[in-house]
């Protein structure tokens, strides 16, 4: 997975509670990204990272927010967990902003 | 209409068969074009890279693009049972040194039968 860890890589949690996802890279790209993946939408990104502290929405971005305080780490929020986000949520890297390397994914489940 | 089209299928092949996965798109600034392999439960995996137009060999895979049709192509030969897994498709535009927005399509699911 090119260098790219996600945590947690399962998680369960409740309507309405905070959640933070991580996503840690070792390749010191400049290019981070969080996309979540559903059934018949395919892979929709939500937030963009194009440097440190450097972020921009994507088209699902509405309930998420990021920050990205060193290179390597990525982090995505979940401000207040709703049903619809339940779904399997990848972070990406990648050096030149085109060919984009995922990491292995997490399950997030809301109940 | 969606930027990308893709087939979900799913598609099912014999074993040793060759296999055609193809995206459609409409948006005619895509100059880079992607593959990805996608096995259940794992993250996309990047299989091919393409540049314009033309086709570019690894191994028994087979990419193609077709920009005046605004079509491309994944060519799998002698399939194994090993390939079976979600196949997307995915463009961009062109500009180096910034962000480019890729597009996925939705994935072509294939089973290859032993």
């Known amino acids: 997975d090119a260098g790219i860890t996600q945590s947690p890589r399962h998680k369960v949690t409740e309507t309405g509670t905070p959640v933070t996802l991580r996503c840690h890279q070792t390749?010191?790209?400049?290019?981070m990204y969080w996309y979540r993946q559903d059934p018949g939408h395919g892979l929709r990104l939500i937030h963009y990272?194009?440097?440190?502290?450097?972020?921009d929405k994507g088209e699902v971005s509405d309930g998420y927010s990021v920050s990205r305080s060193k290179t390597e780490d990525f982090l995505l929020t979940l401000e207040s967990a709703t049903s619809s986000q339940t779904s399997v949520y990848f972070c990406?890297?990648?050096?030149?902003?085109?060919?984009?390397?995922f990491g292995p994914g997490t399950r997030l489940t809301v109940t | 209409q969606k930027e990308v089209e893709q087939d979900p299928g799913p598609l099912s092949v014999p074993e040793g068969a060759i296999v055609s996965l193809n995206c459609t798109y409409s948006?005619?600034?895509?100059?880079?074009f992607m593959w990805y392999r996608q096995y259940s439960r794992k993250g996309p995996e990047l299989l091919m890279y393409?540049?314009?137009?033309g086709n570019k060999e690894d191994g028994r895979f087979t990419a193609q693009v077709d920009k005046s049709s605004k079509y491309i192509s994944l060519f799998i030969r002698d399939s194994q049972p090993s390939d079976s897994a979600t196949y997307l498709c995915?463009?961009?535009?062109?500009?180096?040194?910034?962000?480019?927005?890729?597009?996925f399509g939705t994935g072509t699911k294939l089973q290859v039968i032993p």
């Open positions: 948006n005619s600034a895509f100059q880079y």
């Open positions: 390749e010191n790209h400049r290019y």
């Open positions: 995915a463009m961009s535009g062109t500009g180096s040194g910034g962000y480019q927005k890729v597009t």
């Open positions: 990272s194009y440097g440190v502290k450097d972020t």
């Open positions: 393409t540049y314009s137009s």
């Open positions: 990406a890297i990648s050096f030149r902003g085109d060919e984009q390397y």
